[in-house]
């Protein structure tokens, strides 16, 4: 493996572990809260109804949404495990 590919993988894990770090040490996680700052938010039965998981490496997810194909991410909590923040590609 490269030094260069070493370093970007290296730096997305951290960005990553951070976004989770943060994500976890909210004290209390509630739709409604999530809802307030970042909009639309899903339970598992909802994104399986609205989109297809492509992958996921926590705190995100890779999804297509089903209405129109487009491909982009989400965040998601453990628990609950509510999945929020869509960010189209």
Avoid: C
């Avoid at 943060?22 to 909802?46: A, H, M």
């Avoid at 989109?51 to 487009?70: E, L």
């Avoid at 628990?79 to 590609?89: E, M, N, S």
């Amino acid at each position: 493996m490269s030094n260069k590919k070493e370093a970007a993988d290296a730096l997305v894990d951290a960005i990553r572990l951070q976004r989770l770090n943060e994500l976890n040490s909210q004290p209390e996680i509630t739709r409604e809260s999530l809802e307030t700052q970042y909009g639309q938010v899903w339970d598992t039965k909802e994104l399986s109804a609205d989109f297809n998981v492509m992958g996921f490496m926590a705190p995100f997810i890779v999804v297509k949404r089903k209405s129109d194909g487009q491909v982009g991410s989400l965040e998601f909590t453990h628990d609950p495990r509510f999945y929020f923040h869509f960010v189209a590609d």
